[in-house]
C-alpha cells in the first residue's frame, strides 16, 4: 500500500479524503511529508492552489491522533515548506499559508497541546518569514502572535514535592518569541512591546534554574543598535540579572539563621526551601505576604502560596508569635521570673530563650497559677513548648505594627515594603532601642533583624533600585564586573554633581558603545552544573554564570538609578521658577547633559540633537535660548508619544486575550473600574514612569522656557551664551568674507564660538570622509540649518541619493549684506568664488551650453518655516540654453524658463505672484486646456515669452548670465529671511529673527522632464502597530512646487489614501500606477526613518528612474485644542456638501469670507461669529489671513501642502482638496456641485453660515453646535 502511493502522481496523492489515518500508519504518513516537501522543491508541484492544499492537508492531519512525535515531524515538514516558499521569493504564496498554518500552531498552544513542537514551528516558520525582508508579510505574522494568547504564569499552587505549579508552557512562550526578536530586532519591535506588556500586565515566572541568563546575553548579542531602548526595556523585565544559581553565600547562610530547627511543616522552613531549592523571583513576594500574614494574621493571604500542610498550621502559628500578648502566658512567665531568678528583668521571648526547657516545663506543669484555669495553662504549654521544640522568630506582629504605626505607612500601597528594604540593620536596632516603653525582647530583634536582611538580599538579587547603588557599582567593580574610569568612585562621592553626572553619562556611553553594542560576542564564564537535592530527590542546579554584555547591562541598569537621582538634585537646587535668574551657562549644561542621556538610552532623534547644536552658536541671545528649549520641549513631547504608539496597540490585544482579571493589581484602579482604555493609559503611565528622566525633563523645560520669556519680558534679549567679540579689522569688507570663505587652509573647531570670524563658511552636500557618532552633527546647525542638516544626513546614507551642491553660512549675509550686488567689485569677487564651488560638483556643467547643469537656490533656517521663505529654481537657464533643451523636449525646455523667471521676479524683484497665475489661466482658457501639462511644446514657448515681455514691461529684466542669475537667487533667498510675510510668521509662531537663513545651492533634478518622472512629498505614517505606512501626494510631470505650493492638482501616495478620502477614491495612487517607484519609495522612507528616529516629511523627485531625496522634516504633532459636532452622524447627513482632504484640527462652524482683506468686516457684521477662509488655494502669502481666521477651506491643495503644516502649526482647523467646489472671486461667492440640489449646485456667499471638519475632510451647508473634544 506504502509503495503504491509512493508511485502515484505527488499531484494527486493528497486529494482522497479516505486516506488513512495516521494513528495506525505513522510511517507511511512521515513518507507523505516527505513525497510533499520533495515534490515542491523539486518544482512537481508548483501551483499556488495545489500548494495551499497540501499545507490545508498536512494543518489538519496534524491535530489528528494523539502521536506527538509524529505531530511534530508533520509540524517540521510544514516549516520546511515554509522556508522554500521564503526562499523562492513567493512571498503572497508565503503570507496565504502563514494565514493557514499559524492559527493550526497557536491553537496547539492555547489548548495546552504539544505545545513545545508547536513553539519550535512558529520559530522555523518565523525566521523564514523574517529573513524573507518583506515588511507587508512580516507585520501580518507579528499580527497573528501578538493577537494569540499568551502563555501567561498562572501559579496555581504548591506541590507535593513543595515546587510551585506554573504553566508549563509560560517559558516557552517567553524563549520563542525572544528568539524571533534575536533574529531581526528592529523589525520586530512589535512583537518586542508585546512580550514586555503580556510580562508586565500578567506576571513573569523564572526559575534560578531556568538560567535565563543564557537567553539575555544572546538577545544582547544581536544587532538591536536601532531599537536599543526597547530592548533594554524588555530585558529590564525579566528577574534574572544575578550570577549565583541559588542560595549561595549570605543568602544561605542568613536563612539558615532563620531556620535553626528544620521542622517540615514550619513556615520559616518553608520559606527556607523555596530560597534554596525552587529559587525564583516568586520568594520576594512570598516574605511580603508572610510579613502581612504576621501582621494581619490573615491565612488567606498565603493561599496557593504555601502547602497545605502549612497552610493548616498558619493560625497556630500567628498565634504562637503573639503568644505574649495573652493572659494566662503572661502569668506563667511573671511566676517564672520569680523561680528562675538568675533570668530577672528578661523580657517573655528572651526568657524563654535563655530559661533550661527541662526545668521550666517541670515547674510549669507541676503546679498551678492564680487566674489560670487547667485547660488555658494546657494551651499556653503546648504553644511554649511549641516554641522550644521550632525556636519560630515571634513578636512579628507587634514590631511591623510599630514601624507602620511610627512612620505612618501605608501597607496596601506597599509603602512599608520600601521602608524595610531601604533601612540598614544598625538603623533598625537603633530606632528599636529608643523605643523604651516597647516591649520587644532582643531575641526577636535580631532574629527579625536577620529576617529583613534576607528580604533585602533576595529583593536586590530579583530587582533594581537606587538604594545603596553606590555600593552596589563598587561590589560590581571589585568583581571585574566593569572598568571604571579613574577616580571615578571619588567623583561620584565627592565631586558637584554636575561634574558626577557629566562622569557616569560618559561611562554609560562608553559601555554602551565598547560592550553592549560590540560586534563582539565573549565567551561567558559558565560554571552551572545540575545536581539532584539529597532531601527532595528533584533536580537543582548550582553554580555561576558570567558574560561580559550580561554583566555590563547589570551595572548600566544601575547607574541609570543613580543618574535620575542626580538630575533631581540638580534641578531642585537651581530652582528655576522661584530662584535668582538662573546662569545661562549651568542652563546649557543641563539641557545637554539630558540630551547625552536621551542619546543613550536610543531616545534622541535627529532633531534633538540639532537643537543640543545649536546652543553652541556664537553669541547665542535669550530670545534664541528660548526657541532651543521651546522646540526641544515638542520633540520631547514626540518621543513620550512614541511610549503610547508603541504599547496602546499591543496593549489592547493582551488584554482583549487574557482579560482583565488576572491583570497585576498595579494597574488596576483603586475604585475596581477595570476598563481596557483605563488600564492602558496607566500601563502607558506606568511606562513613561519608569522612564523617570521623561518627566523631570518635561518639566524643566517648561519652566525653563517660562522663566527665560520672563527674562526677555523684564531684561530684554540679550547675549546670554558663547559671548565673543569680533577682531575690528577681520571680517569687516566684502573682500576680507570672501577670502575667509575661500580659505582652505588649517580646517577651524565649527563648535568653538571663538574661533573668530571664521564660521562664515561654505559646506559641501557630499558623503563625509570622517566618520561621525551619533550626537556630532555634519556641520554646524546655527549656520546651515536643519533642510541642510537633512541633506547631509541623507548624503551619508549608503544607496540614498541627495542632488550634490554646497550651503552658504546664515552668517554670510548678516557680514555682506546687498553690497555682492550693489557693489561691483564685490559682485565680480563673489561670482568668481562661487564659480570655482560651483564647477566642482557640477562638473563645470553649470552655463555649458551643450551639457548644461540647471541649480535649484533654497533657503536653509534653523527652525521649519514651510512655505514663507523663497526658492528659486531652474538657475542658469539662458535663452541658448532654452533652445538646447528644446531639441530634446520643447515643453520641458520652455517650462522650465517659464518657471525661473516667475521664481525670480517673486523673489527679488518683489512681483505679486498674482501677475503669473492670471497669465497662466488667462492663456489655459485661450488654447482650451485644463492643465498646463496638455499644451503643446510651442505653446509653452508662447507662455513664458508672455512672462518675460511682463517682466520687462514692468521695467525688470531677467539676467542672462547664468552666474549673475544665480548670485540674484542667492541674495533673494537672503533676503526673504526679512520679507514682511517671513517677520510677521516668526511673531506669530514664537522665533527669534536673530538667526538668519543658510542658502542651498544644488543641481536640480527634474520631476517634470518626461510622464515617467514623478515629483511628491511623503509622510512616513507611523502607527500603533509599528507598521510604517506612505501617506501623501504626487503629481508626474512636475516639479516640487507644485505639489508643496498646494496650486496643482495632487495624487495619492498609496491606496490606503484612496480608501479613506473619497477624493482621492477614483485617482491613481502611486503604488498603483508607479509599483517600482512606490516599492523604492517605501524601503527608503524607511531606512530613513528608523535613522532618523520619528516619523517624517520627505520631498522627493523620481528622474529617469532614480529616487532623490530633496528634503526631510522630522513631523511634529502640533497639539491644540478641538472640537467635534453635538449632532449624531445621522442628524448631519442632510446638510453633507461633500469630502475634501483632512488637513488639520476638528470641527469649525463659521461664516464664509472669500478675500483675506474682508475677514475683519465679516467679523464685525457678524460679530461672535467665527469666520471660515474659502480660497481657491492657498499661498504662503496668506499666512496672515489664516491666523486671522478660525478654519481654511481650499479647492486644491494637498495634505502635504506648505499651507496646511501652516494651519497645523498655528493651530487652525483646515480642509484642502475639495475639488467640487470652485470660487467665483469676481462675484464673492463659491458654487459646489451637488447632485441633491435642485439645479446640481449649492451656492455660498460672504456671510453664510458653513461648516468643515479637519478630522475627516468633510464640509457641511449651515451652522452645528460644537463642543470640547479635548486635545
Known amino acids: 500500500e506504502i509503495e503504491g502511493l509512493v508511485r502515484m502522481n505527488p499531484r494527486e496523492l493528497f486529494l482522497p479524503e479516505s486516506q488513512p489515518d495516521f494513528k495506525q500508519n505513522t510511517l507511511l504518513w512521515e513518507r507523505i511529508c516527505l513525497i510533499a516537501r520533495n515534490s515542491i522543491e523539486a518544482g512537481e508541484i508548483a501551483g499556488d492552489r495545489a500548494i495551499m492544499h497540501i499545507f490545508e492537508f498536512l494543518s489538519r492531519k496534524s491535530n489528528d491522533g494523539d502521536d506527538r512525535k509524529l505531530q511534530l515531524f508533520i509540524f517540521r515538514t510544514l516549516s520546511s515548506l515554509c522556508a522554500l516558499l521564503a526562499g523562492g521569493g513567493r512571498i503572497g504564496l508565503l503570507q496565504e499559508v502563514v494565514g493557514l498554518v499559524m492559527p493550526v500552531l497557536v491553537s496547539e498552544v492555547e489548548r495546552g497541546g504539544n505545545f513545545t513542537s508547536a513553539f519550535a514551528t512558529i520559530y522555523n516558520i518565523g525566521r523564514s518569514v523574517i529573513e524573507s525582508g518583506a515588511i507587508g508579510l512580516i507585520d501580518y505574522f507579528e499580527d497573528i502572535l501578538v493577537r494569540s494568547k499568551f502563555s501567561f504564569p498562572e501559579i496555581s499552587g504548591i506541590a507535593s514535592d513543595w515546587s510551585v505549579i506554573v504553566n508549563s508552557s509560560h517559558l516557552e512562550n517567553i524563549r520563542t518569541w525572544m528568539n524571533l526578536i534575536e533574529i531581526h530586532p528592529p523589525v520586530m519591535k512589535k512583537l518586542s512591546a508585546s512580550l514586555i506588556v503580556n510580562l508586565k500586565l500578567y506576571g513573569v515566572f523564572l526559575k534560578d534554574t531556568d538560567v535565563f541568563q543564557r537567553d ?63 529559587s525564583s523571583s516568586q520568594t520576594v513576594f512570598l516574605i511580603q505576604r508572610v510579613m502581612e500574614f504576621w501582621m494581619t494574621g490573615d491565612r488567606r493571604l498565603l493561599k496557593n502560596m504555601v502547602p497545605p500542610e502549612v497552610y493548616d498550621g498558619l493560625d497556630r502559628i500567628y498565634r504562637l508569635i503573639n503568644l505574649d500578648t495573652e493572659e494566662a502566658p503572661g502569668r506563667l512567665y511573671l511566676e517564672a521570673l520569680r523561680r ?40 499556653a504549654l503546648s504553644f511554649i513548648s511549641l516554641y522550644f521544640d521550632t525556636r519560630l522568630p515571634t513578636e512579628m506582629t507587634k514590631m511591623l505594627h510599630f514601624i507602620r504605626d511610627r512612620f505612618s505607612l501605608d501597607v496596601s500601597k506597599k509603602v512599608i515594603w520600601k521602608f524595610v528594604y531601604e533601612i540598614s540593620d544598625d538603623d533598625f536596632r537603633r530606632m528599636l532601642d529608643d523605643a523604651r516603653t516597647m516591649d520587644i525582647s532582643k531575641v526577636n530583634i535580631e532574629k527579625f533583624i536577620t529576617f529583613l536582611h534576607v528580604y533585602r538580599l533576595l529583593f536586590d538579587k530579583y530587582n533594581f533600585t537606587d538604594v545603596r547603588v553606590t555600593e552596589k557599582l563598587k561590589l560590581y567593580a571589585a568583581e571585574g564586573l566593569f572598568d571604571p574610569p579613574i577616580n571615578f568612585f571619588d567623583i561620584i562621592e565627592k565631586a558637584d554633581t554636575l561634574i558626577a553626572l557629566e562622569v557616569l553619562l560618559k561611562t554609560q ?110 553669541n547665542l541671545k535669550l530670545s534664541q535660548l528660548r526657541d532651543i528649549v521651546a522646540h526641544t520641549l515638542t520633540i520631547h513631547g514626540e518621543i513620550s508619544d512614541r511610549f503610547n504608539e508603541t504599547f496602546k496597540y499591543v496593549c489592547r490585544e493582551a488584554i482583549r486575550n487574557l482579560g482583565v482579571e488576572r491583570i497585576a493589581r498595579q494597574y488596576i484602579p483603586h475604585d475596581d473600574n477595570a476598563s481596557m482604555e483605563v488600564i492602558i493609559d496607566r500601563f502607558v503611565r506606568n511606562q513613561i514612569m519608569q522612564s523617570p528622566l521623561l518627566q523631570l525633563f518635561d518639566n524643566f523645560l517648561i519652566s525653563l522656557r517660562d522663566r527665560i520669556i520672563s527674562d526677555i519680558r523684564d531684561r530684554g534679549d540679550m547675549v546670554c551664551l558663547n559671548e565673543y567679540h569680533r577682531q575690528p579689522d577681520v571680517g569687516n569688507s566684502v573682500w576680507e568674507v570672501i577670502k575667509l570663505l575661500d580659505d582652505p587652509s588649517d580646517p577651524f573647531d565649527p563648535y568653538d564660538p ?74 565680480r569677487q563673489m561670482i568668481y568664488l562661487l564659480k570655482r564651488y560651483i564647477d566642482k560638483f557640477t562638473g563645470n556643467r553649470f552655463g555649458n551650453v551643450r551639457n548644461p547643469q540647471l541649480l535649484s537656490v533654497r533657503s536653509g533656517a534653523v527652525f521649519s518655516m514651510p512655505g514663507v521663505m523663497d526658492t528659486i529654481t531652474n538657475v542658469g537657464l539662458t535663452p541658448e540654453i532654452v533652445e538646447h533643451y528644446a531639441l530634446g523636449d520643447a515643453w520641458f525646455a520652455w517650462d522650465c524658463y517659464r518657471r525661473f523667471i516667475q521664481d525670480l521676479s517673486i523673489s527679488f524683484y518683489g512681483i505679486d505672484r498674482q501677475v503669473f497665475e492670471n497669465l497662466m489661466y488667462s492663456y489655459k482658457s485661450r488654447v482650451g486646456v485644463e492643465l498646463k501639462e496638455r499644451m503643446t511644446g510651442g505653446q509653452m514657448a508662447e507662455l513664458a515669452t508672455q512672462y518675460r515681455d511682463e517682466i520687462i514691461r514692468r521695467g525688470f529684466h531677467i539676467p542672462e548670465d547664468p552666474y549673475e542669475q544665480l548670485l540674484y537667487s542667492i541674495v533673494a533667498v537672503f533676503r526673504s529671511w526679512n ?62 512646487h507644485d505639489v508643496v505650493s498646494g496650486v496643482a492638482r495632487v495624487f495619492p501616495i498609496s491606496e490606503d489614501q484612496k480608501k479613506v478620502y473619497k477624493t482621492f477614491a477614483a485617482m491613481p495612487s502611486l503604488e498603483e500606477k508607479f509599483p517600482e517607484f512606490y516599492g523604492m519609495l517605501f524601503n527608503t522612507v524607511q531606512r530613513i526613518r528608523d535613522r532618523w528616529g520619528n516619523d517624517l516629511q520627505i520631498e522627493f523627485t523620481i528622474e529617469k528612474g532614480t529616487l532623490y531625496i530633496l528634503q526631510v522634516r522630522g513631523m511634529v504633532n502640533h497639539i491644540f485644542e478641538v472640537e467635534e459636532f453635538v449632532e449624531s452622524p445621522g442628524a448631519l447627513e442632510p446638510y453633507l456638501l461633500g469630502q475634501g482632504l483632512a488637513a488639520s484640527g476638528g470641527v469649525v462652524s463659521g461664516r464664509a469670507v472669500f478675500d483675506i482683506e474682508r475677514i475683519d468686516a465679516v467679523r464685525e457684521r457678524f460679530h461672535g461669529d467665527r469666520v471660515i477662509l474659502v480660497r481657491p488655494e492657498t499661498n504662503p502669502e496668506d499666512v496672515v489671513g489664516m491666523e486671522r481666521s478660525d478654519g481654511i477651506l481650499t479647492c486644491i491643495g494637498g495634505m502635504t501642502s506648505h499651507a496646511v503644516l501652516q494651519m497645523r502649526r498655528l493651530g487652525k482647523t483646515g480642509v484642502s482638496y475639495f475639488s467640487i467646489m470652485h470660487i467665483d472671486e469676481e462675484g464673492n461667492r463659491a458654487c459646489v456641485e451637488n447632485t441633491s440640489a435642485e439645479d446640481g449646485h449649492v451656492f455660498i456667499r460672504e456671510g453664510d453660515f458653513i461648516t468643515i471638519d479637519g478630522s475627516t475632510g468633510n464640509v457641511f451647508m449651515g451652522y452645528h453646535a460644537t463642543m470640547k473634544r479635548g486635545i
Open 216 to 278: 539575555i546575553s544572546r538577545l544582547l548579542n544581536s544587532n538591536y543598535r536601532d531599537v536599543f531602548y526597547l530592548v533594554i526595556s524588555l530585558a529590564s523585565v525579566f528577574p534574572a540579572f544575578y550570577h549565583d544559581i541559588g542560595a549561595t553565600g549570605d543568602i544561605r547562610s542568613f536563612t539558615e539563621r532563620i531556620d535553626t530547627n528544620h521542622r517540615m511543616n514550619d513556615l520559616i522552613h518553608f520559606m527556607r526551601k523555596q530560597v534554596h531549592v525552587e
Open 340 to 379: 528562675f531568678p538568675e533570668h530577672g528583668g528578661k523580657k517573655f521571648w528572651d526568657f524563654l530563650n535563655d530559661v533550661d526547657q527541662e526545668a521550666f516545663m517541670a515547674f510549669a506543669s507541676g503546679r498551678d497559677f492564680d487566674g489560670v484555669t487547667d485547660d488555658e495553662k494546657a494551651v
Open 509 to 618: 556611553l562608553v559601555l554602551k558603545d565598547e560592550i553592549l553594542l560590540s560586534e563582539r560576542v565573549f565567551e561567558p564564564l559558565d560554571t552551572i552544573d545540575l545536581k539532584r537535592h539529597i532531601a527532595f530527590g528533584i533536580p537543582s542546579m548550582y553554580g555561576s554564570y558570567k558574560e561580559k554584555k550580561f554583566d555590563t547591562l547589570k551595572v548600566f541598569f544601575h547607574m541609570n538609578l543613580m543618574r535620575v537621582r542626580f538630575f533631581e538634585t540638580i534641578i531642585e537646587r537651581m530652582d528655576i521658577a522661584g530662584g535668582p535668574p538662573p546662569s545661562c551657562n549651568e542652563v546649557k549644561k543641563i539641557l545637554k547633559l539630558f540630551i547625552k542621556t536621551f542619546v543613550i538610552d536610543g531616545l534622541a532623534n535627529q532633531e534633538m540633537l540639532n537643537y543640543n547644536n545649536l546652543l553652541e552658536t556664537p
Open 754 to 827: 571663538y574661533d573668530g570670524d571664521r564660521y562664515a563658511r561654505i559646506h559641501d552636500i557630499k558623503k563625509n570622509s570622517v566618520v561621525h557618532d551619533e550626537v556630532e552633527r555634519y556641520a554646524p546647525v546655527w549656520e546651515i540649518g536643519s533642510k541642510a542638516h537633512g541633506l547631509l544626513f541623507i548624503a551619508n546614507m549608503e544607496g540614498i541619493n541627495a542632488p550634490p551642491g554646497i550651503i552658504l553660512s546664515s552668517e554670510l549675509y548678516k557680514r555682506l549684506g546687498d553690497a555682492i550686488i550693489s557693489d561691483i567689485e564685490s559682485r
Open 979 to 1040: 520679507s514682511s510675510v517671513a517677520r510677521k510668521y516668526r511673531e506669530m509662531v514664537n522665533i527669534s529673527d536673530e538667526w538668519g537663513t543658510a542658502v542651498i545651492i544644488q543641481n536640480m533634478v527634474f520631476g517634470n522632464s518626461s510622464p515617467q518622472c514623478v515629483t511628491g512629498v511623503v509622510h512616513s505614517r507611523y502607527h500603533g502597530n509599528e507598521k510604517i505606512d506612505l501617506f501623501g501626494e504626487y503629481k508626474t510631470r512636475a516639479q516640487g
